[in-house]
């Protein structure tokens, strides 16, 4: 199993609701993130899990709440966003956390989110 | 850290090797070269990377210039399944980031 599994592939939300983006990896990889993408660009990092433990923040708002639950799931939890924040969600896992080795990220299909 | 540049878009027959540019004139001696492509309404996938020699593997070709100025992906017998978006990265050897260039959005014709 090589897939990164995101759930829902699409979201619409208020600015007053709370959702949360979910994220699953069979992969055994110790490594997980969090990418926000815009379209016509390139995606950009937004939180990095190390075993489970938040190792990068790349100064998200507190509006974005990230989770680790285990080695295999990764959430993103949402609440009063704004319609900026309207974007592509992209989860990927790799196998190395420090990335010494390969680096190489295995990225999910992402999750379309779209606020209101 | 070092920035990547790419052309905007480029096209290429179906059949024949689609060869994509990168310029990283400012890469470091601990920086590798990664590709990735993003196939419409799809996550990136990995391609290749390299750090100074040249490599290939099942996907592709990358090529490496002496100096590391700049490099170029190979895909040796383009299909219409690899229309894409083509991101050059660079990334420090132990670091998390991927420092993604803009992207050539290579389109196969028939």
């Known amino acids: 199993d090589t897939e990164v599994t995101q759930t829902p592939k699409h979201l619409v939300m208020g600015m007053t609701n709370k959702k949360s983006l979910k994220c699953e990896q069979h992969?055994?990889?110790?490594?997980m993130y969090w990418y926000k993408q815009k379209a016509k660009k390139p995606p950009e990092l937004m939180f990095v899990?190390?075993?489970?433990?938040?190792?990068i923040n790349e100064s998200v708002p507190s509006r974005f709440s990230p989770e680790c639950p285990n080695s295999s799931l990764l959430n993103l939890h949402l609440h009063a966003l704004q319609p900026e924040d309207s974007a592509l969600y992209l989860c990927?896992?790799?196998?190395?956390?420090?990335?010494?080795?390969?680096?190489?990220?295995?990225f999910g299909e992402g999750s379309r989110l779209t606020v209101l | 850290d070092a920035k990547t540049t790419q052309p905007t878009s480029m096209d290429c027959a179906e059949g024949r090797a689609a060869n994509l540019p990168c310029n990283h004139s400012?890469?470091?001696?601990?920086?590798?070269v990664y590709w990735y492509r993003q196939i419409h309404s799809q996550g990136p996938q990995y391609i290749i990377h390299?750090?100074?020699?040249?490599e290939t593997n099942e996907m592709a070709s990358l090529i490496i210039t002496e100096d590391r100025k700049s490099s170029t992906l190979i895909l040796p017998h383009a299909t219409l399944r690899d229309t894409a978006v083509y991101y050059c990265?660079?990334?420090?050897?132990?670091?998390?980031?991927?420092?993604w260039g803009a992207g050539t959005k290579l389109i196969i014709k028939p």
């Open positions: 390299g750090l100074k020699n040249n």
């Open positions: 992969m055994g990889h110790r490594a």
């Open positions: 990265i660079v990334r420090v050897r132990g670091n998390y980031q991927l420092i």
């Open positions: 990927a896992s790799s196998q190395d956390p420090a990335g010494v080795r390969t680096g190489e990220l295995f």
């Open positions: 400012t890469i470091s001696g601990n920086e590798y």
């Open positions: 899990y190390s075993y489970e433990k938040l190792s």
